[in-house]
């Protein structure tokens, strides 16, 4: 090829008129099509946390600056919901999807802060100051207020001019250092804001099964039949947990029932609404109690083998015009001694494995309800007596082997002050069924917060209780220990089916463990 001297003038003007407009801002600018953008996530730091909102205990995700180069400062600036969550599979509420609002908040305290007495004004100050001036009022109170022995002359080691406020959503661990550092000091005012959550279902569920918290993970209610809620609303505060109720709903065709004063977000999906009048919980419980033990609705080989039905009360045992037995009218107190068991020569229990025997607990439980008629519960709850059958029946289709029913209860429980009888109402119902250990059964406590243990479990601890083994870990077999699924020499307990293995521990309130004849 060729270039004459004219098509070179020609060329290099075309090219003059080109660069002229492109510096004058003619050129056609980039399709964004063909850039890709930078992934926000691509440099940041990930870690995994649970939001502590409420006790489902959402997995999450966060995103921080700060990969180590030299000029990032570590900085939250994305939370999503952890898709290897067993309980939240990724999903997040409102509360958990707004933590970093949270975190970055203007109102968020930073540091310690100081309000002198009489001043209506905060005044930060440094660290060092905070922890010397705390130390030394602590210091200065303990030494002028700490008891060592009381008026009897029993040493106590107790300081009782000063409380401790901790928080109910900082880590288990924590908890349990608040709860060390305290009891070393002899503190014993220490509170947080899972007491009044709390304190009633440990009340409730610890005489009845050994331990007082939730018997159930959040992803086995999907395996129950049957889902009664009371004194709760999961749909509406514990949205993500929730997701496992509408899963038994599919995966079993379960019943959702919802008892509640006012027809809230649960009752608009459940199957069944029913109205009760605030606080007559108990009422409607122990009449369904009294349902299940006239009509025989209960499972007798799990209420024999399993409960403290057959175990034979003391004679000086009674319950008259509303008070039991050893009740001091002027010390405004109970003597126990007669609510005991009756013991044979060798100091066990007597059982009468028939349950006909007129003092045990079975037919002494009997006599107590047969007073919560359903005409008397519909008279007092408010709830149409045509509603209370309808839902007795159903939790009575429960009582064979082979299904589950489940409670769900929060703070409308809790927060009366009869919680724990209601709590414990509840219990008593999940056992004359057989629904307890079994898969999908059990009394769930909806918490608010999801690090309650470490703060109200009694401390210090060095040891877990008997039976009571770490997940996933192979324990040597032991008298009175559940048989471990994960080892093939020894049999599973399957719905329904019993099991010499299983421990025969028959708790009393105060009392050391009774255990079944036979047993050590």
Known sequence: MTLGRRQFFKLCTAGAVATTAVSLGFAPTTANASQSRQYKLLRARETRNNCTYCSVGCGILMYSLGDGAKNAKARIFHIEGDP???VSRGSLCPKGAGLVDYIHSEQRLLYPEYRAPGSDQWQRVSWDY???RIARLMKDDRDANFIEKNAKGVTVNRWLSTGMLCSSAASSETGSLDQRFTRALGILGTDSQARVCHAPTVSALAPTFGRGAMTNNWVDIK??????IMGGNPAEAHPVGFKWVIEAKIRNGAKVIVVDPRF????AVADIYSPVRAGSDVTFLMGMVNYLLSNDRIQHEYVRAYTNASLIVRSDYRFDDGLFSGYDAKARRYDRSSWAYELDEQGHARRDLSLSHPRCVLNLLKQHVSRYTPERVSQICGTPQADFLEICEIMASTSVPDKTAT??????????TTGAQMIRGSGMIQLLLGNIGMAGGGVNALRGHSNIPGLHRPWPALAAPAGLHEPAVRQPGQPGDLPQGNDPKRPTARPGQLLPEHPQVLYQPDEEPVRRQGHP
């Open 84 to 86: 290897d969550h067993p």
């Open 407 to 416: 409670f769900l209860y929060a703070l409308g429980w809790t927060h009366h």
């Open 130 to 132: 905070a922890i010397e």
């Open 223 to 228: 395996n129950a039949n049957v889902v009664l």
């Open 264 to 267: 809230n977000r649960s009752a």
